[in-house]
């Protein structure tokens, strides 16, 4: 159903990403949306901003607070290129986001489907609709490549 436009919202978060890897930044992009208008489009920054909770997630979540003039981000969605780690997903659920969409998997610390299923676990308050592994192997792809030229 939904399935073009996670497409088309989940490369606008990987330009985002691609910003963040030619800025030395690990790249993850997010992209909020509501009602078809982005409200936020975010990069990693946490080495620019020096910042351990200047994700992508963290500083979108922000701006479309900031849009919306509301703490609660009812009716958006949240496209992202990498599962959330679990400040992420804590922050989601603190917003209250309905949808996330995410790329490629986190074995490693992702809090969505990998380590944990903070979005979706029933003794919290808030639960969130996850569609995930859209655009996974692109999404991956550009971690990967990152990580190959930052070893050399």
Known sequence: MHEQTDEHYLREALRQAAEAAAAGEVPVGAIIIAE????????????????????????????????????????????????????????????????VVYGAADPKAGAVDSLYQILTDDRLNHRVEVSSGVLAAECGQVLTDFFRARRK
Do not use: F, K
């Open 36 to 99: 078809g208008r982005v409200l936020a489009a975010a990069r990693n920054e946490r080495e620019s901003l020096r910042d351990p909770t200047a994700h992508a997630e963290m500083i979108a979540i922000t701006q479309a607070a900031q849009a919306l003039n509301a703490w609660r981000l009812e009716g958006c969605t949240l496209y992202v290129t990498l599962e959330p780690c679990p400040m992420c997903a804590g922050a989601i659920v603190q917003a209250r986001i309905p949808r």
